[in-house]
């Protein structure tokens, strides 16, 4: 341990890194919340919509994001054409794609309730969310981590690269030390940003149910 | 006088049947003189009126008649075959040169892939491929290869100087890059390493240079072109190489008797002689199987007209064929079936061959011990640290909150990354050990949110009743009994998290079915369906899982009820 050198150029790679872990995360929310809110307002509809929008949200709810990572990776054509045009998706976007359905159903799930929240009067509940949503960011951003084993040149990417010509275990678990550092106080953050939007939320509303 | 002849006839009839006695000895030809005789018989041939256009010609009096020798070879294998306009370079356009100067004729070259070479020779287009052609079993049934073999290659992995690589002890748990169908891929997964499938060979020098593979196996040939760049050079070298594979100039199966025996006396003089040494070196590819062999055709026994069937002297096709299974035949029919009825291109490539089916068969059973364990583990973790930040003593609290939030706050990749190292400093790296530690990480990781709830429920519990034991409150066992009932939602959402989390165990090598199935279709086809299965597999588990789930919150929760 005494002799790990870390070489100048990790942390800002790591910072890239981390960059491409938000894109990712950011890119799953979007579908997520495209989604998941059509599958809400199906799910609320109730009869047939209602049951086709609970399965799915059901299914999505059980497919693990590893395997449908690999599933995309090994259903879609390198040289998929869509009206004459490649949509064939980078690895980038086949990691943010394989987070859409866990994005989606939780969006689905918070979302219905939230729905529900305001219909009965309740705009406090249905504002909580935001901080969900925010929650559930977060988890994608941890999460997109499994584009490491596509090849995708994410934050654990690049300290899995480094501790690879780290021969000593004590040097390993230093660089990875480095890394839980990096994403867990990303994650604190998020954490802290969330229930800071609850508490702003909660005085707004109060705010609001007090004025004449 | 008729006694003189008589003892002539004697003596001679002796030494006849000396002669009968050791055909070897006094029969053997040279290579030379074999291909001279053969060589005249086709030219002349070739040269009586009306010959050359009478059907069914050898291919050898073809060539004689055309003055052309037709060779298909490869345009863009960097070193082997390439051109720029109309200028061709590289081993086997020179090999094909100097067998047509060696045969008299003039050399005319058709450009050839992987997938063309073997047709255009059934289909007359070409008399001979020279196209990096490797010889194994299947092949044999398709074209006739000339003996001995012009080139050997292997598989060879190559990764940065600076990791400590030397065998196959040391990737054992790592990721090594290669090309989806390389016939290699099989060896690879023997020996506990990941693959990670590129379609195209050409992709991986890049893959190494941007970090996304650290080492990659490809043909030795294939990478001798980058290691004459020097920036290449300088950063990467061979590790170790395995699965040679003797390359064959092949001519067709049929029509093709006498170039094929005058292409495989071309060989061995062109090894005994150096000729294939002296090209190889003038296109700077790698010279040991060929100063090997040139030390073979030089041995008497090998240097003679019969030399290129003495299993002694040449070199064996790879055994590539894949042992079928007992019901291969009906996987093919469903197949079919399918295919008839949907169109759909359906493949079951896991039912079809022995190492594929037994591949498929250990990864559901090793999926389903890593879920049952993965589930156990978040349990018993989950009561543990539920336990341990419920303490009441500094010492056993904040150690446990500390861990709790160090495990929430990494990626799981990260986590079992970890995990595995660990586990490896402590034990030979194993497929037991990688599920182990697999197991430990997913528990760990779920089991600190679910204990961190129990701890939760476990504070809401005292502040509502009053705690310890002996003030009146409840035994602080029942309490933690009560804690965990009330915690049940959430200890169930963490269970349902690491069932579903279980595929990723297969980024430390641990052999699950996403492992498995990657490792099948890494030498079969049909990744479609093959993943297809995997994902129907997958939330099939995990729908089993919510189910058993549900049942246990609802008995924890009627527990609570009850209490």
């Not at chain 2, 650290?214 to 170790?240: G, I, M, R, V, W």
Request: aromatic share 8%.
């Amino acid at each position: 341990m005494m002799g790990l050198h870390i070489p100048t150029g990790f942390f800002p790679d790591l910072l890239a890194g981390m960059v491409v872990n938000f894109e990712i995360a950011a890119i799953a929310l979007l579908f997520g919340l495209a989604l998941g809110g059509l599958l809400a307002l199906g799910r609320l509809t109730g009869g047939v919509v209602g049951a086709i929008a609970t399965a799915l949200i059901g299914l999505m709810r059980a497919a693990p994001t590893f395997v449908v990572m690999f599933f995309l990776l090994n259903i879609i054509p390198r040289d998929a054409m869509l009206f004459g045009v490649g949509v064939s998706p980078s690895p980038l976007m086949i990691v943010a794609l394989s987070l859409v359905p866990y994005s989606a159903s939780y969006v689905a799930d918070n979302g219905a309730e939230s729905l529900k929240q305001l219909r009965a009067g309740s705009p406090l509940g249905a504002l909580q969310f935001l901080p969900n949503v925010t929650r559930a960011f977060f988890v994608l951003v941890m999460s997109s981590s499994a584009g490491a084993a596509i090849g995708v040149t994410e934050g654990i990417a690049v300290i899995l690269r480094e501790a690879v010509l780290l021969p000593a275990l004590g040097d390993k678990l230093v660089l990875f030390a480095i890394g839980i550092l990096f994403f867990g106080v990303t994650l604190q953050a998020g954490f802290a940003l969330m229930r800071l939007l609850q508490r702003h939320l909660g005085r707004f509303a109060t705010r609001n149910s007090a004025a004449p | 006088m008729r006694a003189w002849r008589t003892l002539l006839l004697a003596l001679l009839g002796i030494l006849g049947g000396a002669v009968a006695t050791f055909p070897l000895a006094v029969n053997a030809e040279t290579p030379d003189a074999a291909l001279a005789k053969l060589l005249e018989g086709a030219r002349a041939e070739a040269a009586v009126p009306g010959a050359c256009t009478a059907a069914h010609l050898d291919r050898l009096v073809q060539i004689f008649c055309e003055k052309r020798l037709r060779a298909g070879i490869r345009e863009y294998y960097p070193l082997f075959g390439a051109r720029e306009g109309e200028a061709r370079s590289g081993y086997d356009v020179d090999v094909g040169r100097a067998v047509a100067k060696h045969l008299g004729v003039e050399p005319v070259f058709t450009r050839v892939n992987a997938a063309s070479r073997i047709p255009l020779l059934a289909e007359d287009r070409i008399d001979l491929a020279i196209a990096t052609m490797g010889h194994n079993t299947q092949r044999d049934g398709q074209v006739r290869f000339i003996r001995p073999h012009y080139y050997q290659s292997e598989t060879t992995v190559v990764g940065p100087r600076a990791l400590a690589v030397k065998g196959w002890p040391d990737v054992a748990g790592r990721t090594i890059c290669v090309t989806i169908g390389n016939g290699s891929n099989a060896q690879i997964i023997s020996h506990n390493v990941r693959l990670m499938l590129f379609d195209e060979a050409g992709v991986l020098p890049d893959r190494l240079k941007d970090d996304t593979c650290t080492l990659a196996a490809q043909d030795d040939s294939f990478f001798a072109y980058y290691f004459t760049h020097p920036d290449f050079a300088k950063n990467y070298e061979q590790k170790f190489g395995f699965a040679q594979v003797p390359w064959g100039m092949a001519v067709a199966r049929t029509g093709s008797d006498q170039l094929a025996r005058a292409l495989d006396l071309t060989s061995q003089i062109f090894h005994r002689d150096g000729v294939f040494l002296g090209i190889a070196r003038g296109n700077s590819v790698g010279l040991g199987f060929l100063e090997r062999q040139q030390a073979v055709w030089k041995r008497p026994e090998c240097n003679t007209d019969t030399g290129s069937t003495n299993p002694a002297c040449v070199l064996p096709a790879l055994d590539a064929a894949l042992q079928p299974t007992p019901f291969a035949g009906r996987a093919t029919a469903i197949e079919d079936w399918v295919e008839a009825r949907t169109g759909v291109d359906f493949s079951l490539p896991m039912f079809k061959t022995m190492p594929a089916w037994s591949l498929f068969k250990d990864g559901i059973v090793n999926s389903l011990i890593l879920v049952a364990g993965a589930l156990a583990a978040t349990l018993l973790f989950a009561l543990v640290l539920g336990a341990l930040q419920s303490s009441r003593r500094f010492l056993l609290r904040w150690p446990a909150r500390a861990g709790s939030i160090v495990l929430q706050s990494s990626p799981v990749v990260l986590t079992l990354v970890i995990a595995a190292a660990v586990a490896q400093a402590f034990f030979h790296y194993s497929s037991a050990v990688a599920i182990g530690a697999a197991i430990v990480a997913l528990g760990l990781m779920n089991g600190s949110n679910a204990g961190q709830a129990i701890a939760e429920a476990m504070h809401t519990l005292r502040a509502e009743r009053g705690s310890a034991q002996g003030t009146g409150g409840i035994p602080t066992t029942e309490l933690f009994g009560r804690a965990v009932s009330r915690s049940a939602t959430q200890i169930v959402s963490f269970l349902i998290n690491a069932a579903k989390g279980t595929p990723i165990a297969s980024f430390i090598g641990a052999p699950e079915l996403l492992s498995a199935l990657t490792d099948i279709t890494s030498f079969a086809s049909g990744r479609a369906t093959t993943y297809t299965l995997l994902l129907v597999f997958y939330v099939a588990v995990v729908v089993v899982v919510v189910w058993l789930c549900d049942r246990f919150r609802s008995w924890l929760e009627h527990r609570q009820a009850a209490a």
